[in-house]
């Protein structure tokens, strides 16, 4: 809707989101804010996010965070998953992998922050 801002438009956020552990999935809290968010931008076109951890560790995998877009649940449905069963499981490493939205740095040896960035196009 153009406002407070028009567009194009980059949201910027830092620090670390919480997560209600639920289930036993893989993954870490900025897996699991792409995972809840492609939910809601479900078929949503022009709002492309990444969400990753500085030091290139996203909780207990091998991934620094990922990306999320309106087509991330799709490709998730599409590989025969069900992505509200992988989130309310806390396994949003396994979803993303699934829609091949992962983002994977390596170790960066630097711990400044977790960040979002949300492009709204």
């Known amino acids: 809707r153009d406002r407070p801002f028009p567009r194009p438009v980059v949201l910027l956020s830092g620090g670390e989101t919480t997560v209600t552990l639920r289930g036993r999935g893989k993954g870490g809290r900025n897996s699991e804010f792409l995972l809840s968010l492609a939910l809601g931008l479900d078929g949503?076109?022009?709002?492309?996010?990444?969400?990753?951890?500085?030091?290139?560790?996203?909780?207990?995998?091998d991934n620094a965070g990922g990306f999320a877009?309106?087509?991330?649940?799709?490709?998730i449905r599409a590989a025969g998953a069900d992505p509200r069963a992988l989130l309310d499981g806390n396994d949003a490493w396994t979803a993303l992998d699934l829609a091949g939205d992962l983002l994977v740095t390596g170790p960066t040896g630097t711990n400044v922050n977790d960040f979002r960035a949300i492009l709204i196009s």
């Open 44 to 61: 949503m076109a022009g709002v492309t996010a990444l969400a990753a951890d500085t030091d290139g560790i996203d909780g207990s995998e």
């Open 69 to 75: 877009d309106g087509g991330t649940v799709a490709r």
